[in-house]
């Protein structure tokens, strides 16, 4: 038998099953605005730990929750290699046209420009007037999904990319906010590709709301065979009990999950955030 050419036929099929493959890195990133109440956590004390977060990590795309203009500036700024988008909740406009709000928190979406290309965006906001700046049902404050659709550069596979951030007060903005966002994950993926839902939904995967969203995706956490279960919300190591809050949803659709990591590394600060970041790795496939 000529083991060479075995050999070299083996390889070549290994090399074309990974042909139709694309790897996706995804973080979920509850950045904490900016708050003199935080103290020595302030983020002027952690942004530079935040930025060597991004840039140990790489993600393909991560989405961003509390972000404020000037934290989303400081981002982009040491990040050249990342575009994003993401509107005011308050005021509907690009955070930067923003100078008469300029504390409005932004559900801003970051992309690794080498990796792929954005070739649609949006933002609809969670509430009974989704299309329009508005408040819905028993919430604090005005609440935004952002979303865009992705191209790999080096597949040419399409992905849908959600981020979030559901109600801390409103029982029932939380609820129909997950059922809001079902709905608008069908209607804006009618053509059923792979797609992914950051969020700090400030509950735990068990709670009812989530019975939505489980019908229709998988949690990465439970579903990666390399993963964790430490919580997200640290509160600096200095309140109430940690818990679980942030949470990455895909389609189980030509995707699935290979690894889940809660970001619990030094970066540079004892804490980047009062949540600690998530991250999971998927592979898309024909």
């Known amino acids: 038998m000529n083991w060479k050419f075995t050999w070299s036929c083996i390889c070549l099929c ?24 935080d103290g020595d956590d302030r983020w002027e004390h952690r942004r530079q730990a935040a930025v060597e977060m991004i840039r140990r990590e790489r993600p393909t795309v991560m989405g961003l929750q509390e972000a404020q203009p000037h934290q989303i500036d400081f981002l982009a700024g040491n990040c050249p290699e990342y575009a994003w988008y993401g ?8 955070p930067s046209e923003t100078g008469d709000y300029p504390a409005e928190e932004t559900m801003a979406i970051f992309w690794r420009e ?14 009974q007037t989704p299309d ?4 819905g049902w028993d919430a604090y404050c005005n609440r935004t999904c952002t979303w865009g659709l992705f191209r790999s550069r080096a597949s040419g596979r399409r992905f849908y990319f959600f981020n979030t951030h559901l109600d ?3 029982k029932t903005a939380r609820s129909e906010s997950m059922k809001l966002i079902a709905a608008r ?27 939505p969203l489980h019908a229709r995706m998988a949690d990465a956490r439970t579903e990666a065979p390399q993963t964790d279960d430490k919580p997200t919300w ?5 309140k109430s009990a940690p818990n679980w809050l942030d949470h990455i949803f895909y389609g189980r659709e030509g995707c699935r999950a290979v690894a889940f990591r809660t970001l619990t590394d ?3 600060a004892p804490y980047i955030s009062d949540h600690y970041p998530v991250f999971a790795r998927f592979r898309l496939t024909d």
Do not use: M
């Open 132 to 135: 329009s700046v508005s408040r």
């Open 234 to 238: 640290n509160g600096y190591g200095r």
């Open 168 to 170: 801390h007060i409103g």
């Open 266 to 268: 030094d970066y540079g």
């Open 114 to 127: 080498a990796d792929v290309e954005l070739l649609d965006k949006g933002t609809f906001w969670l509430s």
């Open 87 to 94: 509107l005011g909740r308050d005021s509907g406009k690009v």
């Open 185 to 211: 994950l069908g209607e804006i993926n009618a053509e059923g590709a792979p797609v992914f839902l950051t969020a700090d939904f400030n509950s735990r995967t068990t709670d009812a709301c989530f019975a």
């Open 14 to 37: 290994i090399a074309l099953c990974g042909c139709g493959q694309t790897e996706i890195g995804v973080v979920s990133f509850n950045v904490r605005l900016d708050s003199e109440q």
